[in-house]
């Protein structure tokens, strides 16, 4: 998550913060069983791409404003980055009010935490936009509070996502430079998904030891080769054409691919550009939503010292 820019009022006061809010792609996913408040266990490498929307924060005397150039997201209660704003201004009442305008570049219930990213965006730029002087903690408290992906998506870089999701270790930094990611023309409701796993019989899972040590070495091959996802069992039942979307990457070069979140976006890591473009442009004849990207900062944090929760 980037500040990348300020305008500075009279007595050095913010008249507005303009923030990037990347996505997050989930490189391995395994659910390793059933908590007693309702939610899943979960084990998952998280990992930001360089797909992002733009968050614009202003002060305003009071209330919550929220525009957006998608009319496929909502602008009130019902929108996370609404909801982060309204939680830490309930706190806070002396900041007053926000004027948040999202600049939406990440696809609508794709799997890649686009609202949960807007919502980091928010509590981030309000802590800087008021002064409000948050430490980490208490901010990744804060996320943990409208999503399981808000902390994750504060924390940037890679991680080893446990819990509901919120319960992060930071990885090393490594740069995923030619990734394609293809959404079908449909979304696929999160809480379905997880409705209909069978914790008995999951299948295939992903050998998240296997992934860990490929990624601390950095060696593309092998992280490719260890993705995986276990609610591809479910997603592709309903869905086969996501299976088909695997097998075309696979067609075209990708060293591995596979689905993000429950779906339906399908990211596959390529050998180089000339692949990566090459496949893109073919995916681009066929599906509507389909995006070239890389590692969000090159797989780094902005250079801070991670948060670690837990």
């Known amino acids: 998550m ?9 007595k050095k006061m913010l008249e507005e913060i303009i923030l990037e809010a990347p996505a997050k792609i989930n490189l391995t996913l ?89 919502a980091a965006a928010v509590i981030l730029g309000l802590n800087r936009l008021y002064d409000m002087g948050l430490a980490e903690p208490a901010l990744l408290e804060q996320g943990a509070r409208i999503g399981s992906d808000v902390p994750f998506c504060m924390a940037g870089g890679t991680a080893l996502a446990r819990g509901r999701g919120e319960i992060l270790t930071p990885l090393p930094v490594c740069h995923l430079p030619h990734l394609v990611l293809v959404k079908p023309d449909f979304q696929i409701s999160t809480g379905a998904v997880y409705g209909l796993l069978d914790l008995e019989n999951m299948g295939s899972r992903p050998d998240t030891a296997a992934f860990l040590e490929a990624w601390g070495k950095c060696d593309i091959i092998s992280i490719a080769c260890h993705m995986g996802n276990v609610l591809e069992t479910v997603s592709i039942k309903k869905y086969p054409a996501l299976e088909d979307i695997r097998q075309e990457m696979l067609d075209r070069g990708a060293l591995g691919a596979v689905m993000s979140g429950s779906g339906p976006t399908m990211v596959g890591i390529f050998p180089d550009p000339k692949t990566a473009a090459a496949a893109g442009q073919w995916f681009m004849t066929r599906y509507q939503e389909v995006y070239l990207a890389a590692s969000y900062n090159r797989g780094d944090r ?4 991670p948060f670690i929760t837990g």
């Not at 980037?2 to 009279?10: L, V």
């Not at 408040?37 to 797909?51: A, F, N, R």
């Open 30 to 118: 395994d659910v390793t069983g059933k908590r007693p408040d309702g939610y899943h266990e979960l084990e998952t490498v998280m990992h930001q791409i360089s797909l992002a929307d733009i968050i614009r924060l202003k002060p305003r005397r009071e209330g919550i404003a929220l525009r957006t150039n998608s009319s496929a997201i909502p602008d009130g209660e019902d929108n996370l980055a609404y909801r982060a704003a309204r939680l830490v201004l309930d706190q806070y009442p002396a900041a007053g009010g926000v004027e948040i305008h999202i600049d939406k570049k990440i696809p609508v219930g794709a799997g890649l935490a686009g609202g949960s990213t807007d």
């Open 2 to 10: 980037y500040i990348i820019g300020e305008k500075i009022k009279e």
């Open 302 to 305: 902005n250079g801070k010292e």
